[in-house]
């Protein structure tokens, strides 16, 4: 399984971006974008399975719309508004079905700052 992250980079606070992550290798089940701010541990942005349904970690639901494309195995997340804080190395992460396994993408970084 093969996972390719794109998106990321530097921009202003209130502004929007969006992150790609592009997986092979396999059919899967969850797709997921989790996030770390510096020094602090990593957290679940949101969650999506491949009927659709989604879940968002605490405080992300508003800004960050999570949505995939099943056909391209691609799975994106929009953040809009961007604050300071949202500021850290973004994972994406999926569930692949055969092999079954969990799978971490190397990560994106995404600065926010003035």
């Known amino acids: 399984v093969e996972l390719v992250e794109s998106g990321g980079g530097l921009v202003e606070p209130g502004e929007s971006l969006k992150l790609s992550c592009v997986a092979s290798g396999s059919l899967f089940s969850l797709m997921a974008w989790y996030r770390q701010p510096p020094g602090k541990q990593r957290e679940l942005v949101a969650r999506m399975s491949s009927g659709g349904r989604t879940h968002y970690g605490d405080s992300m639901e508003g800004r960050f719309t999570i949505s995939r494309d099943n056909a391209k195995n691609t799975v994106y997340l929009q953040m809009n508004d961007v604050k300071v804080e949202d500021t850290g190395v973004y994972y994406c992460?999926?569930?692949?079905?055969?092999?079954?396994?969990?799978?971490w993408g190397q990560g994106i970084q995404v600065t926010v700052s003035s």
């Open positions: 992460n999926v569930m692949s079905i055969a092999p079954m396994g969990t799978h």
